[in-house]
């Protein structure tokens, strides 16, 4: 067991193959970087660049590669540059030598047998394409929210995952936040009463993160970006800074608008004090907003929908409630944002949750969470499956939007009950010739 690496431990685990209980510590210590956990880095324009300083924090792992279509770029929240070379340089100041390597394309650090996870922080519409391929390499992944582009896409991410055996961790940092846990556990454990209705406030808005927002005109390409990659599988469009960056968030080819930047978090924890983090609502009623109606920018900018579920529990998600979650029940209420949790009584939130009640899924530490379970095997607490149930949630809400009307659901099927039009928006078609890349990775997922 002392030549079994923890590499070599992980993919034996993750193929079904049997292996030691008991585990040396040298095969998951801090001892020799040889057995730290590797990751690759796929999207460093913005958000993986920032995320991986958490990651270089901890010295169970090691970023050995970065990969973003972008050489270097400005930055999308100040005049810092991003992209795959300073991210190389930022990875090597770090570890203090040249150990990382930087790649244009993702598929270049898949094939790489030394690479053990990844991290996905690209633009919503290329998650699945790379999530799916990265499962059937067997590599651990990391995946930023909002999971998916579409529903069916989530699906298939959760059937490649859960088929190749790998350790799936959604970026819904909020599930290792107490003041979260707290509300869900204080509902979940019957302190207000029955559960009669869930409020997520999200906010509204297309606002102008990356400053590009006017210029919506066609430019030259700058150097060093390949942009055709960066749209990938999504439809073709001249190039403007306007589109890329982090406002791709405003276009509906790319993403979902403040609906699903957000629908990774608020919903995800209404659902988790809800317990119905494995289903979903059985219909969409009272849809209504309004749409950005810019030369680029077409995301909803107001919006609210209920979603109905069977057992009568009534979820508003809106941009008009108050930011965070709140339940509501027949003995008071209770709501959490970020760094706060409130409640209708003294006695409720000072209630004690006994040893014999419910509790969940305790995590303190997103990333470390993550690098925990990559060691043990073990569910992390933003599970594929329900990061899939949670952004279902997102999606079905820009449907009824756009379609203007309410709309039954049924969660098993996951498919709209009588309603074709609606059912077509559940898959978006793929650009040649991702569309056969697609196809590719999809076949390639074990059999049940």
């Known amino acids: ?209 990356g400053k590009t927002a006017d210029r919506t005109d066609p430019e030259p390409i700058p150097d060093g970006f390949n942009y ?36 990774g978090h608020h919903p995800d924890i209404a659902q988790w004090g809800m317990d119905t983090e494995r289903t979903g609502p059985i219909a969409i009623k009272n849809a209504r907003g309004k749409f950005a109606d810019g030369p680029i920018y077409n995301t909803a900018v107001e919006f609210s929908y209920d979603c109905i579920y069977a057992n009568g529990v009534r979820l508003t998600i809106s941009s008009a409630e108050r930011p965070g979650v709140t339940f509501e029940g027949t003995d008071g209420w209770v709501w959490a944002n970020r760094g706060n949790h409130e409640a209708s009584s003294e006695e409720i939130y000072n209630s004690v949750i006994a040893e014999n009640e419910i509790h969940l899924y305790e995590s303190n530490d997103h990333v470390g969470n993550f690098l925990d379970c990559v060691q043990t095997r073990k569910k992390p607490v933003a599970p594929v499956e329900v990061a899939h149930r949670s952004i279902t949630l997102a999606h079905l809400g820009n449907i009824a939007l756009r379609c203007g009307r309410d709309l039954r659901w049924d969660p098993a099927a996951e498919d709209f009950v009588g309603d074709e039009g609606a059912s077509e928006m559940l898959s978006r078609p793929y650009r040649e010739p991702w569309d056969k890349e697609w196809a590719r990775q999809l076949s390639a997922i074990p059999p049940a």
């Not at 585990?23 to 590797?38: C, D, E, L, M, Y």
């Not at 100041?93 to 690209?122: M, N, S």
């Not at 990938?232 to 609906?259: H, K, T």
Request: include cysteine.
């Open 1 to 209: 067991m002392n030549r079994l690496n923890r590499r070599s431990f992980v993919k034996r685990a993750a193929a079904g193959v049997a292996a030691p209980m008991i585990v040396p510590a040298t095969v998951f210590g801090k001892q020799a970087p040889s057995n730290r956990i590797t990751i690759g880095f796929i999207g460093v324009g913005n958000n993986g660049y920032n995320w991986s300083r958490r990651f270089l924090k901890d010295d169970r792992c090691q970023i050995v590669a970065v990969c973003d279509v972008n050489r270097e770029g400005p930055g999308y929240w100040n005049n810092s540059v991003r992209g795959r070379e300073p991210a190389r340089q930022l990875v090597d100041e770090a570890y203090g030598g040249k150990t990382c390597d930087a790649y244009e394309d993702y598929r270049e650090v898949l094939e790489r047998e030394d690479v053990d996870a990844i991290y996905i922080g690209t633009p919503d519409h290329w998650h699945a394409l790379i999530a799916v391929a990265a499962a059937n390499a067997k590599k651990d992944i990391y995946g930023q929210k909002p999971l998916s582009l579409t529903i069916d896409e989530g699906r298939q991410m959760v059937r490649a995952v859960e088929r190749n055996g790998i350790v799936w961790q959604t970026g819904s940092q909020q599930r290792s936040d107490a003041n979260f846990r707290r509300v869900c556990e204080l509902v979940r454990n019957g302190r207000i009463g029955k559960l009669q209705t869930v409020r997520c406030g999200l906010p509204g808005g297309v606002p102008d993160f």
């Open 228 to 263: 055709d990659f960066w749209l990938g599988p999504a439809p073709w469009a001249e190039y403007c800074p306007a589109r890329v960056g982090v406002n791709f968030r405003w276009i509906l080819d790319y993403s979902g608008g403040q609906i699903t930047d957000w629908g």
